[in-house]
């Protein structure tokens, strides 16, 4: 049993160690916003946060994170109300959309290190999160207009 704190709450995991934590969020605890997209940390579209840090979820063993505080999409804001979650909506950032929590989780964590990042520091941090739709402007914005709500 792995014992871990995820989007607040203690939760207790039966996977075996060696299980992506991917998987454990999706099919064990049912929280299907972090999604899969490549399987090895190329895409980003797994992204959460382990002790506020941006993380692959596909490549992270979730026997390496016992006793870890995991953040994933829904835990970001309970009510989808987090000023990235605003900003995308308003900028109408998703097209097919299957990358974004991924994005939002990345941009969140950017904006917790540097609450007013310049254009170039945006598209630096956010450079390993794909977008296959071609959205990188949009994201841009939204990024901008979230940091500037706070």
Not at 10 to 22: N, Y
Not at 84 to 96: F, G, K, M, N, S
């Amino acid at each position: 049993m792995i014992d871990l704190i995820v989007n607040g709450e203690a939760v207790r995991s039966d996977a075996a160690p060696e299980t992506a934590l991917l998987w454990v969020l999706r099919e064990h605890l049912g929280l299907t916003g972090t999604k899969f997209g490549c399987g090895a940390g190329v895409c980003g579209a797994c992204t959460v946060h382990v002790g506020g840090q941006p993380v692959f979820a596909c490549l992270i063993p979730v026997g390496d994170l016992a006793g870890q505080e995991v953040t994933t999409i829904e835990g970001l804001s309970p009510e989808g109300d987090h000023p990235l979650q605003r900003a995308w909506v308003a900028e109408q950032v998703p097209q097919c959309g299957y990358c974004q929590s991924g994005q939002i989780m990345r941009a969140a964590a950017l904006l917790a290190e540097a609450p007013d990042p310049s254009r170039e520091e945006i598209r630096d941090f956010m450079s390993t999160n794909l977008c296959r739709c071609g959205t990188y402007n949009r994201i841009v914005k939204a990024v901008q207009r979230a940091a500037g709500e706070a």
